[in-house]
């Protein structure tokens, strides 16, 4: 119950229409500030003439591709059209195909693009052969795969701020294979346990999705657990995708330096043998460096005058 004494104090309130366009007012407000900042930039970024950094991919590389992993390098041509350098602050990129990641990352502190200048930034990452086919089984050895670079440049750019340039690129890379190799037949051209000359009648079997050119062969022969040394190819051959190659290579050894074994190898019909080594071959990807490895094969030793044809079967060659 109120007294005399108590003091009522009425304060009229403005309608619920007014309340609300107060608050419009203060929310116009706000935006008006932001169009009066943005219309500054704008107006000094027309006075010092600042426009946004520019990128292209212009080149991929495999400077290094072998079985157990792909280097690449992507080359990104980078423009600054501004009086000022601008700071790389991040790389990050992604390599796919058909939508699944290979592999990704991201390079930190990627460095400067100078004032109205131009620089080529090298981007490197390395594909590893058995991740990729651990993680896909369909992925197998030999096969040619699509892939997308995708590359996120991050500039912290006066005016603009943190500015980030999109850019992507496409192609194939291969998931290369070991070709198969054998000792189908040592040709003698003269025998004696002086020195020996033969001609090794390779096959080689491309079992890749792609053509290589072979440049060299470095390798060692033994025949029944002895050595007899290595070879030089004379002359590069071409091994088409998933196709079978024929090689004459010239060898010279010295019976003697082996004893009474080899010669006893050498007069039998034919012999065990083993093949280990590299090949150097080009291809449309690059150059490879490759292993060649046959252990447990079984050759024929043939003097030149009994020489026939690689299609000849063992049949023909008994007397």
Do not use: C
Not at 129 to 148: E, L, M, V
Not at 153 to 160: E, K, T, W, Y
Not at 182 to 209: M, P
């Amino acid at each position: 119950m109120l007294t005399s004494d108590d003091k009522v104090e009425i304060v009229e309130r403005g309608n619920r229409k007014e309340d609300d366009k107060d608050e419009e007012g203060e929310g116009g407000f706000i935006e008006k500030v932001k169009d009066f900042i943005h219309d500054i930039g704008e107006k000094i970024e027309d006075a010092i003439g600042f426009r946004k950094p520019t990128a292209d991919v212009t080149g991929i590389h495999l400077p290094s591709i072998n079985l157990q992993k792909a280097e690449i390098v992507v080359d990104v041509l980078i423009t600054n059209p501004n009086p000022l350098p601008i700071p790389l602050i991040d790389i990050d990129y992604l390599i796919e195909s058909d939508g699944r990641k290979l592999v990704s990352g991201l390079i930190p502190d990627a460095g400067t693009i100078k004032a109205h200048g131009e620089e080529t930034v090298k981007i490197p990452f390395t594909l590893i052969y058995d991740d990729i086919k651990k993680t896909y089984a369909d992925i197998i050895p030999g096969s040619i795969i699509p892939y997308r670079v995708k590359v996120d440049l991050i500039f912290d750019v006066p005016i603009f701020g943190r500015l980030t340039l999109p850019l992507e690129k496409t192609g194939d890379i291969p998931i290369p294979y070991k070709p198969d190799i054998d000792l189908e037949k040592i040709h003698f051209e003269r025998f004696s346990f002086e020195e020996t000359i033969a001609s090794l009648h390779l096959k080689l079997e491309n079992k890749n999705d792609f053509d290589m050119g072979l440049n060299a062969l470095d390798y060692e022969v033994w025949l029944s657990d002895l050595s007899i040394g290595g070879a030089e190819l004379t002359k590069s051959e071409k091994i088409e995708k998933t196709g079978i190659t024929y090689i004459d290579i010239p060898i010279t050894f010295r019976p003697k330096d082996f004893g009474s074994a080899l010669w006893d190898m050498i007069r039998g019909r034919g012999t065990g043998y083993t093949i280990k080594g590299n090949i150097d071959v080009d291809t449309p990807f690059g150059k490879m460096k490759l292993p060649i490895n046959k252990e447990g094969g079984t050759t024929r030793l043939k003097k030149k005058k009994e020489d026939r044809d690689y299609d000849d079967s063992d049949d023909d060659d008994e007397d």
